[in-house]
């Protein structure tokens, strides 16, 4: 099964709003509402910023929020910091009873 | 507090097996799911499957089938990956992860293990 589809790289100044994409099928994120992203820092381990598309986990920024329509899940970080620097990575639930990740995006903060 | 800890760094020959130990503390060992996840150095994250340590259930990724096996001990609260017929691409720092079960997210991880594998 191949991975869900995440753009290579994003980019924002201090205080913009980016949001990053992922794509996957109707087998994934399509038919399921369990879409997790998660945050990972250079050498460190990932962080679960985001769980079932739009739920926030305790102590995560309200500044991240996460959205999906058809085939395609969002994460929107608002009022970006240089501290959200890092890979961001998407999850589905699928079809097979399998979890599958996206690729990562790499965010830099400019 | 809640935690995963990982049994440390292995180093493997090509053909070889490893078994990396995963012990969750400070919550019910059989409320949560476990799952694996394996990243290779400068890539991304893969996931390599779960296992419920209260049934033994198990659900790997279609990659690993046949070659990874997860199992518990519920005597020692701890589960256990090994995977077999090891080759240099299988070189990856391997992480548990704490599923709340029903979510397929993964909300506590593990330091993660480093496995080599290198003639």
């Known amino acids: 099964q191949s991975a869900l589809t995440q753009p290579a790289s994003v980019s924002g100044s201090p205080g913009q709003t980016v949001t990053f994409s992922c794509t996957g099928t109707?087998?994934?994120?399509?038919?399921?509402?369990?879409v997790s992203w998660y945050q990972q820092h250079p050498g460190k381990v990932p962080r679960l910023i985001i769980y079932?598309?739009?739920r926030r986990p305790s102590g995560v920024s309200d500044r991240f929020s996460g959205s999906k329509s058809g085939n395609t899940a969002s994460l929107t970080i608002s009022g970006l910091q240089a501290e959200d620097e890092g890979d961001y990575y998407c999850?589905?639930?699928?079809?097979?009873?399998?979890?599958?990740f996206g690729g990562g995006t790499k965010l830099t903060v400019l | 507090q809640v935690q995963l800890v990982q049994s440390g760094a292995e180093a493997k020959k090509p053909g070889a097996s490893v078994k990396v130990s995963c012990k969750p503390s400070?919550?019910?060992?059989?409320?949560?799911?476990v799952d694996w996840v394996r990243q290779a150095p400068g890539q991304g994250l893969e996931w390599m499957g779960w296992?419920?340590?209260?049934?033994?259930?198990?659900a790997y990724a279609q990659k690993f089938q046949g070659r990874v096996t997860f199992t518990r001990d519920p005597s020692i609260n701890t589960v256990f990956m090994e995977l077999t017929s090891l080759t240099s691409a299988d070189t990856a720092v391997y992480f548990c992860?704490?599923?709340?079960?029903?979510?397929?997210?993964?909300?506590?991880w593990g330091e993660g293990t480093t496995v080599t594998v290198s003639s």
């Open positions: 109707s087998s994934d994120i399509g038919i399921y509402d369990y």
């Open positions: 400070g919550y019910p060992f059989v409320n949560y799911d």
């Open positions: 999850t589905s639930y699928t079809r097979r009873n399998t979890v599958i």
């Open positions: 992860a704490r599923e709340p079960r029903g979510h397929y997210s993964m909300d506590v």
């Open positions: 079932d598309v739009t």
């Open positions: 296992i419920n340590p209260d049934s033994g259930s198990t």
